[in-house]
């Protein structure tokens, strides 16, 4: 064992004698994630100088984000154009999916990493025409923990849980719903046949994320899509129109 | 698992600043992590094992603080320490929406040679 610093690794290690008396303590006071937040306030910027609203979708893996953003684009496309951005571990099937439906779409493949970080996304945007584009849908890697700690450059956060996966689910996974602007829950279609406890769910979401707006949906019947859609064209995509001193009525309204 | 890149992102801020201050070697690394931070202190730990291997932090101790959450009552106007995840204001039982502190992830010193 090393008398110096204790450890019992079998390391070549080269301690002069007075190394002990040497210590001294540096103050660092530094967040781990600077780097990562930094670059997603560039990425805000960027996104806000265009009068992009750009949504940061979160769920566990099958929740149904990619149908979720689907729907959206193929109701709001006559009124928004909508883009995305897909972060999954392998494959390009989900943005080639929602391709097909006729949104722009570019696929972040992340390998081994569980999450999306703000650089992926700044390489991402580059491959896209973001001045053509009204709404940008972050859909990020099917994961309730790790995904919520990085700032993205979102201006909000939506989090999507599925009636399958029990009414408790904000309750096991705190932080994610805590940082959520919006909480859909999705495939409201099959509550009944899964048992799905509305009242129960709601009353978990409101416990953990009390400031959310919640949304009971279902992409494939359109049940519950009109709340959202309200709430995507006037609490969420007002501010960054105002900013741009836009306040026109939408397109083709 | 991300606690792994968070670990590396900490490490690399800690061998800059270790380096920047002529240090050959770092004993002691202090975090400071917050339950909404979206961070283990176990995984870090076991992270921090895997990507101090060859640098100079490799003997390092990991020490973490644990930094308490903090929310704000707008009812009561009054900031609490919640007992739990859901943030339920101690004095009027409201759930609160602000979150003032607990999403810390910082590294907090070193102690160096």
């Known amino acids: ?253 | 698992m991300h606690e792994v890149s968070l670990m590396q992102e900490a490490l690399a801020i800690a061998v800059a600043r270790a380096t920047e201050d002529r240090a050959q070697r770092i004993h002691r690394i202090t975090m400071r992590v917050g339950p909404l931070s979206g961070a283990v202190p176990e995984a870090l730990e076991f992270a921090f094992g895997v990507v101090a291997r060859g640098t100079i932090a490799e003997c390092a101790q990991l020490e973490i603080e644990h930094a308490p959450i903090l929310c704000y009552c707008p009812t009561c106007a009054a900031e609490f320490t919640p007992a739990d995840f859901f943030c339920e204001c101690p004095r009027c039982e409201q759930p609160s929406a602000e979150v003032r502190r607990g999403r810390e992830l910082e590294l907090v010193s070193l102690e160096v040679s």
């Open chain 1, 1 to 253: 064992m090393c008398k110096d610093c204790g450890c019992s690794n079998d390391h070549p290690h080269s301690h002069e004698a007075a190394h002990e008396a040497d210590r001294r303590r540096l103050a660092v006071r530094q967040a781990i994630l600077t780097k990562n937040d930094r670059l997603a306030e560039r990425n805000r910027g960027y996104f806000a100088a265009r009068g992009l609203l750009v949504v940061n979708v979160l769920s566990a893996p099958g929740s149904g984000k990619t149908a979720f953003i689907e729907r959206t684009a193929a109701d709001l496309g006559p009124r928004l154009r909508i883009g995305a951005i897909v972060g999954d571990l392998e494959t390009d099937n989900d943005a080639k999916r929602l391709q097909a439906c006729g949104v722009p779409a570019v696929q972040i493949t992340t390998g081994t990493a569980c999450h999306l970080d703000a650089e992926m996304v700044a390489r991402a945007a580059r491959r896209m025409t973001l001045d053509s584009l009204d709404v940008l849908f972050i859909e990020n890697v099917g994961n309730l923990v790790c995904p919520a700690a990085f700032d993205l450059g979102e201006a909000a956060r939506l989090v999507l849980i599925s009636v399958t996966e029990g009414e408790d689910k904000p309750l096991k996974y705190p932080p994610v719903f805590r940082g959520a602007q919006a909480v859909v829950i999705s495939k409201m279609d099959i509550a009944e046949a899964v048992g799905f406890n509305r009242e129960m769910a709601l009353q978990n979401v409101r416990r953990v994320a009390p400031q959310a707006a919640v949304f009971h949906v279902s992409a494939r019947t359109g049940q519950g899509m009109q709340e959202w859609y309200g709430y995507l064209e006037t609490t969420l995509r007002q501010p960054a129109r105002l900013l741009l001193g836009d306040v026109q009525a939408p397109r083709g309204s």
